[in-house]
C-alpha cells in the first residue's frame, strides 16, 4: 500500500511539472477554500461599522451602512458556502491514478499513461471480475444461509447460527469491496438493548459495521432484489423494516424501536440520523427521533481515506448499480472505525442537545466539521426559521437599545 | 480541462481578468460550474437560492439580483466575475492600472454605486421613502411595526436628503457614508 501512496505522489509531481513546461493552467484543489472569511457576527460587525460611520455608538437608529454586513455575507457565500460542498466527493491534493478524480487529465508523459494504462488494466481486467464474484457469493449465501437458519426455532442456538451466517456473509461482502478497515476500541462495540449511530457516507457503512459484529437493520421495506433479501433476513432475526406508509408516522416509529430495544434479547440497533449521505467531511445535523428513546446510545465515528477510492454516493448523480461498479474498480476502499464509549441521555438534557452531543464527539473522534445544518438541503429548501433568527436580531440593534435606555 | 480553456481564452480578452488572477479564475469557474446544475452555461436566479447560507439572508434575493443585467434571468460566467470583482480589495489594484482610463469595478464609488442599487429598486438614481421601507422590511422581518419602521425611514430621509426632494440621491447617499470604511467592509479577501 506504501509504494502504491508513493506512486500517487510521484504522478501528481509529474504532471504539474508537465503543465508548467506547457504553460497549461493546472487545476490545483485548493483545500483552504477560495476566500477568507471574517468570523465576526451580526452584532460586531454592525457595531464596528456604526463607529467608523459617525460619532455616535450603537444608538439604535438605523444606519444606510448596515447593509454592508448583509451584502458581503451573501457574496461570500455565493462564492463559497459550508453546505453545498458537502454533498460532492472530497477532492483529493495527489493524483491516485483513476481518471475519475483527476481534472487534469491530458497527455503529459508516455510514463505516465503507461501506468494509469496499467492500473486500468489491474482494476477492470483483474480487481474488478473477482470482486464482482465475491459479491455475488456474499449475497447468495446470505439470502440461503438466513433461510436456512430461519426454520429452526427460536432458541439460543438459532441465534448462534444467525450471527455466525450474518458474519460471515458480511465479511465475504467486504472482501469483495477490498475494504481495509481499522478498527479501535473494541471494547466499546454495542451490546444488545441500545442504539448505535454512526455518521453516513454510504450505504457500504452497514458492511464495514456489519462485518465486525451483528446489529438490527432499520429501513423501508423494498421490492425485488432488496425485499428479497430482506425478508430472508428477518427469518434469521429481527431486523426493523417499515412500509413506505409507516415511515411518516413518527409515533409507530419510535414504539417499534423502543420495543425492540427493551427486549434485552434483540440485537443493537443500527442507525445513520444524518438521513443522508454526506461525502465524510463533514458531520451534518443528528435527526433527534432515535435519541428520544432513551437507551444507551453508542456512539460510532467512520472515516474513509479516499486516496484509494472515493466511497461517497453522489446518489443525484449515480444511480446505485454505477456507485457499487466504481467501488468495485477502485484500488481499495480504506477506512478507520472508532468504537467510542456509551452515552445517555443526561438529567434536564432535551433530545436535541443529546443528539447534538453525540454529533461532537463522533466529529472529533474522526476528525471531521460538526455542522448544524441539516443534511435534507441536498434536496430540499432550508427553513424560513433561520432567516427570521438573522431578522430579529438585526431588529433588537434598531430598537432595542432604546428599550434598555427607558427602562434604566 | 477542455472546458475550462475554452472560457479561459474567451475571458482573456475581458477586462474582468484584470481583478483576477489566473488560478482565481479558474476556481470561480469550478465554482461557478458547480452551481449551474442545468449544466448551460448560466445560472438561473434558482440556482442561487439553492446556497443556503444566502437563501436565509434577510437581503438574499436583492443580492441575487444585483448578478442580472436588466431584464434577464440567466447570468453567464463574464457576469459571475464582474459582480464579484466588486468586491475585490481596493489596495490590489495595480493589475488594472493602465487597462483603460475608467474607474476600476472595486473603487469605492463603484462599491458604494453597488449598495446604492440595492436600495434602488427602480434604478432611477433615486432611493424613494419606499424603496427604503422595503429594504428596511426585509431586515427587520415581522419585529417591527409599521409605524416604527417609517419613522425610522423618515429620519434617516431627512438626515441625507440636502435638496430637499424627501430621496435620497447617490451623491446625498456618498455623503452619509464618507466617515464608513467602504474599502474595508465591501471587501472579500481572495486567497492566491
Known sequence: MKTLLKIFEWATLRIERGAKERNHPVYKPYTNGIIAKEPTSLVEEMTEIRRSGSNRDLDGAFEMSDIFYFCRRGLESIVDDEVTKRFSAEELESWNLLTRSNYNFQHISTRLTVLWGLGVFIRYGFLLPLRVTLAFTGVSCLVVLTTLVGYLPSGRVKNFLSETAHLMCYRICVRALTAIITYHHSENKPKNGGICVANHTSPIDVIILASDGCYAMVGQTHGGLMGFIQRAMVRACPHIWFERSEVKDRHLVAKRLSDHVQDKSKLPILIFPEGTCINNTSVMMFKKGSFEIGCTVYPVAIKYDPRFGEAFWNSSKYGMVNYLLRMMSSWAIVCSVWYLPPMSREEGEDAVQFANRVKAAIARQGGLVDMLWDGGLKRGKVKDTFKEEQQKLYSKILVGTQEDRSRS | ?192
Request: hydrophobic residues 40%.
Open chain 2, 1 to 192: 480541462p477542455l472546458w475550462c480553456d475554452k472560457v479561459l481564452l474567451r475571458a482573456s480578452r475581458r477586462v474582468e481578468i484584470a481583478y483576477f488572477s489566473h488560478s482565481q479564475i479558474t476556481r470561480l469557474y469550478s465554482r461557478f460550474h458547480s452551481l449551474d446544475k442545468g449544466e448551460n452555461g448560466a445560472l438561473s436566479r434558482e440556482d442561487f437560492q439553492r446556497i443556503p447560507e444566502l437563501a436565509i439572508n434577510p437581503l438574499g434575493d436583492r443580492i441575487i439580483n444585483a448578478f442580472f443585467p436588466e431584464g434577464e434571468d440567466q447570468v453567464n460566467f463574464r457576469g459571475f466575475m464582474r459582480t464579484l470583482a466588486h468586491f475585490r480589495p481596493v489596495e490590489d489594484n495595480e493589475k488594472s492600472k493602465g487597462h483603460d482610463a475608467s474607474e476600476p469595478l472595486n473603487s469605492r464609488n463603484n462599491k458604494l454605486l453597488f449598495a446604492f442599487r440595492l436600495y434602488d429598486l427602480d434604478r432611477d438614481d433615486k432611493i424613494s421613502r419606499d424603496e427604503l421601507l422595503q429594504v428596511l422590511r426585509m431586515m427587520v422581518g415581522v419585529n417591527i411595526s409599521d409605524e416604527q419602521l417609517g419613522s425610522i425611514a423618515d429620519r434617516t430621509i431627512q438626515e441625507a436628503d440636502t435638496n430637499g426632494d424627501m430621496s435620497i440621491s447617490f451623491s446625498e447617499f456618498i455623503k452619509v457614508l464618507e466617515k464608513v470604511d467602504v474599502e474595508q467592509k465591501m471587501s472579500i479577501r481572495f486567497l492566491h
